[in-house]
Every structure is written in C-alpha cells, then in structure tokens.
T-cell receptor, first 117, second 114 residues
Framework: AQSVAQPEDQVNVAEGNPLTVKCTYS??????LFWYVQYPNRGLQFLLKYITGDNLVKGSYGFEAEFNKSQTSFHLKKPSALVSDSALYFC???????????????FGQGTILTVHP | EAQVTQNPRYLITVTGKKLTVTCSQNMNHEYMSWYRQDPGLGLRQIYY???????DKGDVPEGYKVSRKEKRNFPLILESPSPNQTSLYFC?????????????FGSGTQLSVL
C-alpha cells in the first residue's frame, strides 16, 4: 500500500538557520511527490513538486526539496529560515489507483515548523 | 480571481441532521476532491472526481456522499452526521487530475457534530 510519513510532529529552528522537514514515502512505481504549506486559518498552498529529472527541486518562498530514490525520501529544505515560515507543512504523493487514474492522493501527518526570532 | 470556494466556513450541527458543504471552482478544472484534516492524521481523502458524473472513493468515504453534476461544483453530503465526523474539511481542484498537477485548495469548513 502507498503511504507517506513525516517522522517529526514538530521542528523548531532559529531564524537565519537552515531548516529541514522530513518526508519518506512508500509507493510502487514512480512517485509524484508534493509539498504543501498551511498557514493558520487558511487553506493549503502548493510549495513544490517532484515529477522526474533533477533530484533537487526548487519551489516557492525559497524552499527546495531533495528527492532520494534509494532512501525513498523527499525532504523539504530552506537555507535560511524566516519567522514567517512558521506553519504546518504536508508532504503528499500521488499514485495510480488500480487502473490509469491518478485521482488518489495521500498526505503525510503534517509537521509544525516553528521559527524563533 | 481564480479560486476554490467552500461554504459554510463554520458549521455546528446535531447528530443525524443532514447537511451539505458546497464547493465551487472557477478555473474550469476537471478534477475535484474532498479531504478531512484531523490532528495527528494529516489530510485524508474522502472522495474525488475526475470529471462530471465520474466520482470515486478515497481513503475514508464512509458516511459521506458526493455528486458532480456540473464541472464547477462538487458538494459533500453528510446524510446522517455523527460526532466522529467533526473535522476540518477541505475541497481541492486541479486541471485534469494528472499526476504532475498541483492542487488548489479552498479555505476549509470547520464542522462540529454534537
């Protein structure tokens, strides 16, 4: 069965320091991986995606993610964290559901990122 | 402005009283889906629709119904709500439901079933 795991419920970093939010996946075939962010009292916003190609993917707000096939991971990173990055982050994987449809989408449990001034 | 609109934003109801949460998108998207968000469980897919009159179950469809009679609308129906359906619900859409497409989310509906 396909699944996504975010092993850390919370990540705390100081402003200006690099941040990493971890994500691992289990899916048969090629994964289509995404990161979304949820700010307080708002819906989710797309950050970045990995489909094929370069293992380092760049996205919105200075975020990037590294796809590692051997470790089945897709960690979200940012070289220098901002207080405004504090939010709830979700990793997600899209996969075929028995036929040709990519309709099913599985999210991780979410990681609360807190950036301290 | 391109957006996914959910209504209502907040809803308090009682067990067994049928309710509908509406979802509408103005981007001519073929794919629409519903999720519920619960602490520690992340988002779980309830139903999705690849196009008009085409719907399928997600991971947690029990107790929910959907319909897709028009491309822009995808209402979520709880025929007999129970307290375990208290949750934050999100509707989302994408262009054609292809693997590489990002989702556009609504602002969410906080449902409390007493």
């Amino acid at each position: 069965a396909q699944s996504v795991a975010q092993p850390e419920d919370q990540v705390n970093v100081a402003e200006g320091n690099p941040l990493t939010v971890k994500c691992t996946y289990s899916v048969s075939g090629n994964p289509y991986l995404f990161w979304y962010v949820q700010y307080p009292n708002r819906g989710l916003q797309f950050l970045l995606k990995y489909i094929t190609g370069d293992n380092l993917v760049k996205g919105s707000y200075g975020f990037e993610a590294e796809f590692n096939k051997s470790q089945t991971s897709f960690h979200l990173k940012k070289p220098s964290a901002l207080v405004s990055d504090s939010a709830l982050y979700f990793c997600a994987v899209r996969f075929r559901a028995g036929g040709t449809s990519y309709g099913k989408l599985t999210f991780g449990q979410g990681t609360i990122l807190t950036v301290h001034p | 402005e391109a957006q996914v609109t959910q209504n209502p934003r907040y809803l308090i109801t009682v067990t067994g009283k049928k309710l509908t949460v509406t979802c509408s998108q103005n981007m001519n998207h073929e794919y629409m889906s519903w999720y519920r968000q619960d602490p520690g469980l992340g988002l779980r897919q309830i139903y999705y629709s690849m196009n008009v009159e085409v719907t399928d179950k997600g991971d947690v469809p029990e107790g929910y119904k959907v319909s897709r009679k028009e491309k822009r609308n995808f209402p979520l129906i709880l025929e007999s709500p129970s307290p375990n359906q208290t949750s934050l619900y999100f509707c989302a859409s994408s262009l054609q439901g292809r693997a590489n497409e990002k989702l556009f989310f609504g602002s969410g509906t906080q449902l409390s079933v007493l």
